[in-house]
Structure formats: structure tokens, C-alpha cells
């Protein structure tokens, strides 16, 4: 199989992974619930994954990276526990349902949401993020890359128009972490929100929000922390104020091991050659006849992500004739990300997306092409 679906999840991972969360399952015990080694084993590997995100990320202090069991739940977290009846936020068409969803219900409980608009290239204008900006305007609240268009956000002006402000900027980097070069102090960023399993290649149920100091979150789940028992409300203190219950130890120790992996590779080989497959990809597939493709082209680097979709074919049609004759695994559909769909003008037939990772080669990229040609002609 010729996987391209890494927007979705890595599934080819460094063997390291594997053998950390293997060597994890039998040694390590409970984080914060006893003196014994194999309690204190757990704590002390938990704790070194959230020093190295820590870093990675310019997150000023290692207890203010909590983990969650993925960017889906670390952006509720985030949402449920920052904002109250009468305040606003803004956001934007390109979001994924894992915003959209949770300002949806934020709506319904009397806080008012205002969106950037995208174009038909899946562009945002940064001038009405100002522009939209009221007396009681809390946060800003963007993604880092789109996960359908591969278009990449200058979260860092996000940033400095939040800051100036005074409001939050609040960001999904769901695509990008483990990829792009992410420094929350440089870039202004008060609450990220990112996910294990796809550009940082570690095992699924792994992610979490990493906090700037004072940034205070209310308790989305409350329960057993190890510490604290005779508390009647959930500890103050990061990070057990938002870790309620077990921690993935065992998912952890492979993101650890993920996380090592980044470091000696470096981010910057991965970008360089995830932007060389996509590049290839883009010049082979965009002068096919009959195939539109999606997004802004003319601004790099991008996400290695490329959507398209060929004349008289829906997207789930031309995925399974991928799939079925030449045994390449894409995404069709909505990719949960409708506002951004209903913009680009496929809200009827969805888009095929390809998504590259560090192990896909470029031999593979030109069978993807020929593929698509095929189809096409087809």
C-alpha cells in the first residue's frame, strides 16, 4: 500500500515508537499514585515527554503542558474552560470540526462567535481578524495549517494582533506540530493545542495543550489525580488541575521516543522533504485534464497536503478507484471541515486528499500521479 493519508495519522512511525510503548507496558506503573519503581517510573517518563514539548514548543514551564488523548480534546479543554456568557471570540472558515463543534455549543450558552471568512483559495484575510475585534473579545482562536487545503497560517501576526489587544490567541497546530517550527513566545501564542500521532509520530491517544503562565483554564473533567485526595474540587495546580484520572504512560513513553527521533532527524529535513512531495505531486497532477485543485499555490512552504478532484467523479468514487486499482490510500469527503468546504465550492462532492509524510518517497509520488492521469482519462 502506498499510504497518503498522514493528515489524518502517521502510520509509518519510527521503530523506536514501537519499542517504547512496548518496553512501557511492562515496566511502568501509575504517574503520582505511590513511592514504588514503578510508579516513580511513570512519573519521572511522563514528566521528561513534557520537558522535551516543552522545548520544542518555547513553552516557558514543563508543568504547563498537559496531555490529552488528542487535539480534539485538548481544543475542548481549552474552549469549555476559557470563556463564559457574554464574551466574544473569533475564528475562522478554515477550522476543523474539533473548534467549530465546541464554539457551536459555546453559542448556544450565550457566548458570540465571529467568523474570519476564507476565499475560494481557502485564504484569510488578517486585516478582519482586527476588524472584527469588540470590547468583549477574549480570544482569537486559529489554525496553524488548514488539514484540507494545506495551507499554511501566519499564526504569528494572529498573535501579535491578539497581544496588542489584550485578547488570547488560542491555536490548533494539528498539521503542523512536529513539522513547522512553532515558538509560542515568538509567535505570541497563549494556549496551543496539538495532537501525538501525525507530524510528531507518535502512537494515537497522545496530544495535549501546552499553556503560557497565567493563562487560567477551568476543569473540563474532574476526578482522581494522585494528589490532593481530600481536595472536594480538582487541584489548582497545573497540570493536575486538567489531568482527571490515568494517564497514557505507555502512549507517552512512545511519544517520548517519537519525540527523541524529531530531535536527531531535525524538523527542518522533514519540512524540506515533505515540501519537495507535495511540490512533485502539485506540478504533476494541477495541467491534468479535467482535475481542479485546491488551495493557495502560490505561498510556500505549505502543509504536504494536496486536494483535488477530477470531472464527473465524487470524491469517495475516484478514492476507491485509488484505492481498489493502484493501492493508494487518500481521504475523500468533508474532512470535517464544512465552512471550508462550502467556501471552496465543494460542499456536493467533497475533495480527495493526499498527505505526505517524512517516509513517503518520491517514487511513490510519481505512481501517485500516473494514478490520478489514469483516472482522469478514464
Known amino acids: 500500500m502506498i499510504y497518503f493519508d498522514n493528515a489524518a495519522t502517521t502510520v509509518q512511525k519510527p521503530a523506536c515508537v514501537a519499542q517504547a510503548v512496548a518496553d512501557a507496558v511492562g515496566t511502568l506503573g501509575n504517574c503520582s499514585r505511590g513511592a514504588y519503581g514503578a510508579s516513580l517510573g511513570a512519573s519521572r517518563a511522563v514528566y521528561t515527554v513534557r520537558e522535551q514539548l516543552a522545548a520544542l514548543f518555547h513553552c516557558p ?113 494539528s498539521q503542523t506540530a512536529g513539522v513547522f517550527d512553532i515558538n509560542m513566545q515568538r509567535q505570541h501564542i497563549d494556549v496551543l493545542c496539538f495532537t501525538g500521532h501525525k507530524g510528531l509520530y507518535g502512537p494515537q491517544g497522545t ?7 497565567g493563562v487560567e483554564v477551568r476543569p473540563f473533567a474532574v476526578g482522581g489525580t494522585g494528589v490532593q485526595t481530600y481536595l472536594p474540587t480538582q487541584p489548582a495546580q497545573y497540570p493536575a488541575r486538567l489531568e482527571a484520572g490515568t494517564l497514557n504512560a505507555h502512549g507517552i513513553a512512545g511519544l517520548g521516543a517519537a519525540l527523541s527521533w524529531l530531535g536527531k532527524t531535525g524538523i527542518d529535513t522533514i519540512r524540506a522533504h515533505e515540501q519537495v512531495l507535495v511540490r512533485r505531486f502539485y506540478d504533476g497532477v494541477r495541467k491534468i485534464p479535467g482535475v481542479t485543485v485546491y488551495g493557495d499555490w502560490d505561498r510556500w512552504p505549505r502543509a504536504a497536503i494536496c486536494a483535488l478532484n477530477i470531472a464527473g467523479l465524487d470524491s469517495g468514487e475516484a478514492a476507491d478507484l485509488l484505492a481498489e486499482e493502484y493501492d493508494i490510500a487518500v481521504r475523500p469527503g468533508a474532512h470535517c471541515a464544512p465552512r471550508l468546504h462550502e467556501a471552496l465550492g465543494t460542499k456536493d462532492t467533497g475533495a480527495v486528499r493526499f498527505s505526505f509524510g517524512f517516509f513517503n518517497t518520491e517514487e511513490e509520488i510519481n505512481t501517485a500521479i500516473q494514478a490520478v492521469e489514469r483516472i482522469a482519462e478514464q
Do not use: K, W
Open 61 to 173: 514551564r514543563a508543568d504547563h503542558v498537559i496531555f490529552t488523548q488528542n487535539s480534539t480534546y485538548a481544543l475542548n479543554i481549552a474552549l469549555s474552560g476559557l470563556f463564559q456568557p457574554g464574551d466574544h471570540i473569533i475564528t475562522t472558515d478554515c477550522e476543523h470540526n474539533s473548534v467549530l463543534r465546541p464554539v457551536y455549543r459555546l453559542m448556544e450558552q450565550g457566548v458570540s462567535v465571529s467568523f474570519v471568512p476564507a476565499d475560494r483559495q481557502g485564504r484569510l484575510d488578517y486585516g478582519a481578524f482586527e476588524a472584527l475585534i469588540r470590547p468583549n473579545t477574549r480570544a482569537i482562536v486559529c489554525m496553524h495549517a488548514s488539514n484540507l487545503t494545506g495551507n499554511l497560517f501566519d499564526i504569528e501576526t494572529v498573535g501579535r494582533i491578539a497581544h496588542e489587544h489584550g485578547i488570547l490567541c488560542i491555536v490548533d497546530a
Open 207 to 213: 496530544g495535549g495543550l501546552c499553556l503560557q503562565p
